[in-house]
């Protein structure tokens, strides 16, 4: 009986809990956004987040020389992190994870030249059709909303692209740290000029670092470690799961319920990123 890889269960250990972390996270995000909203809460989530793991990591001792891509992959993060947050103030949160899914199932798709391919991108456009009547509705789904999260989504499959290029760069630790902080230099003065002296609000920054460490801070240095441990199919398989665990978690720290029209999209989006990441042929 073969030996199970080592470096394939730490890989598959640092997603799962990444994907919790990242979704608790959000969940706890939203709670605060009537205090200093999504823009407020996205400059604690990744100053906080930035800080944390220059502290740690202390990225100026060993500086890595591929900038271009490093910029990117910071530029991914903020704009992920800032359009996810503006989303899920309009939409649930478990639809918001779906859709942004769309951008790492695109990475996995755009990468094969599988047949199947079809197949998942049409459970996948199903999924989102049977969303579109909610858009519709009066009392739906705020297209804006869907809107930013699929163009979180394009950002996500640009962080997966530039992460798995700047993944071999480096520490993976000094390599998250510096993007994150590239992310800060971005979109912190958004939301300082969006929030002003409401950041400083001494009973809500003891949240904004718990928001920076599950949200970002943990989530995407195990990221970072499980991409360079394993291929970006199966990282993206992995993945798949996240819109459940972001749905299951807004359940139960929020009360958000999804119908069993929002259920199903959201299952398919699922079926089709697991069904397209595993056939993958890169």
Sequence with gaps: MPFINRDFIIAVACVIIAMVAIQVGASISKTIFPYIGPEGTTAYRIGFSAIILCLIFKPWRRLPSNWSSLIVYGL???GMNLSFYYSIERIPIGLAVALEFLGPLSVAVFSSKNRFDLIWVGLAITGVLIL???????????????GLALFAGACWAGYILYGKRTGSAGSSGVIVAIGMSIAAIAIVPVGVISQGMALL????????????????ALPYSLEMV???????????????????????AAFMILGELLSFWQWLAVLLVIVASIGSSATTKV
Excluded: H, T, Y
Excluded at 226 to 248: D, T, Y
């Design 76 to 78: 991914c993060l903020g």
């Design 132 to 146: 579109l009547p909610d858009i519709s509705d009066v009392n739906g789904l705020d297209p804006v909303g869907v």
């Design 201 to 216: 609000n001494w009973s809500l920054i003891p949240i904004g670092i718990a928001i920076g460490v599950l949200s970002s």
């Design 226 to 248: 499980a991409l360079r441990k394993m291929p970006a199919q199966g990282f993206s398989v992995m993945m798949s799961v996240e819109p459940a665990i972001g749905a299951l």
